[in-house]
T-cell receptor
Framework: QQQVKQSPQSLIVQKGGISIINCAYE??????FPWYQQFPGKGPALLIA?????SEKKEGRFTISFNKSAKQFSLHIMDSQPGDSATYFC???????????FGQGTTLQVKP | NAGVTQTPKFQVLKTGQSMTLQCAQD?????MYWYRQDPGMGLRLIYY???????DKGEVPNGYNVSRLNKREFSLRLESAAPSQTSVYFC?????????????FGPGTRLTVL
């Protein structure tokens, strides 16, 4: 069964702190690992993504760390800001299909 | 450019009623997807269409049908709504078929079945 497990379900961080969200997958047929950010009442939007041949990708304050052997990947948000408060979803794309399997989501609250 | 649009934004149905959720895109993308989002379960794929004229089942297709009317439009139909179909429904598009590309999501339709 193709699954992506995400933790924690919810996260509270102080402004300026580091937010870390973890995901683990079971299927080796995944070939692309995006993170989506969703604000209340809106559709998800791509935040950052990584391919399995890369161990880390950084875009501004957002970094994906990828461990292929452990089948785990994580999102780090440095210097977290109240505007980062949202729900974050990790996902994995099934090779050659474009279909995404999503994690359960993490609700992040950054306190001022 | 409007991107991905969905209608209606909100809908309340009674059990057994039918309805069609509409999705349209002006991004000239080939692939289109329908997801449902439920608390604690992330987004789950209902149906997708790799190109005009083709459709395939996703993870949770039971109780739904789809039509890829043309390249721009992909509709989702509930023939006999059930309370278990209460959810937020998202349409998404993907450029260039099945490659490492971003999926673009619409704003969602919030459906309640009583």
């Amino acid at each position: 069964q193709q699954q992506v497990k995400q933790s924690p379900q919810s996260l509270i961080v102080q402004k300026g702190g580091i937010s870390i969200i973890n995901c683990a997958y079971e299927n080796t047929a995944f070939d692309y690992f995006p993170w989506y950010q969703q604000f209340p009442g809106k559709g998800p939007a791509l935040l950052i993504a990584i391919r399995p041949d890369v161990s880390e990708k950084k875009e501004g304050r957002f970094t994906i760390s990828f461990n292929k052997s452990a089948k785990q990947f994580s999102l780090h948000i440095m210097d977290s800001q109240p505007g980062d408060s949202a729900t974050y979803f990790c996902a994995a794309s099934i090779r050659n299909t474009g279909k995404l399997i999503f994690g359960q989501g993490t609700t992040l609250q950054v306190k001022p | 450019n409007a991107g991905v649009t969905q209608t209606p934004k909100f809908q309340v149905l009674k059990t057994g009623q039918s309805m069609t959720l509409q999705c349209a895109q002006d991004m000239n993308h080939n692939s289109m997807y329908w997801y449902r989002q439920d608390p604690g379960m992330g987004l789950r794929l209902i149906y997708y269409s790799a190109s005009e004229g083709t459709t395939d089942k996703g993870e949770v297709p039971n109780g739904y049908n789809v039509s890829r009317l043309n390249k721009r439009e992909f509709s989702l139909r509930l023939e006999s709504a059930a309370p278990s179909q209460t959810s937020v429904y998202f349409c998404a598009t993907l450029a260039g078929g099945h490659h490492y590309n971003e999926q673009f999501f619409g704003p969602g339709t919030r459906l309640t079945v009583l």
